[in-house]
């Protein structure tokens, strides 16, 4: 079995920038998940607000991997509008039976965490091993750098 994966989504490319970091650390595996709906822009992100409410479903690509060789996974993801954005709904549908064991990390602006947490547990129907919340202002800052070992543990 290998060690560690990581599987992010970044519309941003806030959470990439934990996520790369991150690999560099563990020297692990990684799968970006690209949303194919676009998304850029300010009139995309209220769409990407409501796509999230919605719960909707998304048209995603990612280099499939086996998922259950894998120790750990590290999932990463942006919170939009107190949820977790279809990208990452529509993998975690796709790939439930196949992710055991998980982290979670959590890039946000101000969200309340606990929904998504929630939501992520209930599509995987179990909660994750351990829960991070990084806040844009520290990524933006580097200062989400002092507790990237912690995640690590």
Known sequence: MTE?????YSRTGSTRTVAEKLK?????DIIEITDK???RGFLKA????IDAIKK?????????KDLKKYNRIFIMTPIWASNIPPAIRTFLTLEKSDILNYKLI????G???????KEISEILDTYPSNTFDIIHKDIKSGSFMLNLNGMTK
Request: charged content about 30%.
């Open 4 to 8: 560690d994966l990581i599987i992010f």
């Open 46 to 49: 209220i769409g990407c607000s």
């Open 111 to 117: 969200s309340d965490i606990n929904k998504p947490i």
């Open 24 to 28: 560099e650390l563990l020297d692990c």
């Open 56 to 64: 909707n479903l998304t048209d995603i690509e990612y280099n499939k």
């Open 106 to 109: 959590l890039t946000y602006k």
């Open 37 to 39: 709906k676009p998304r």
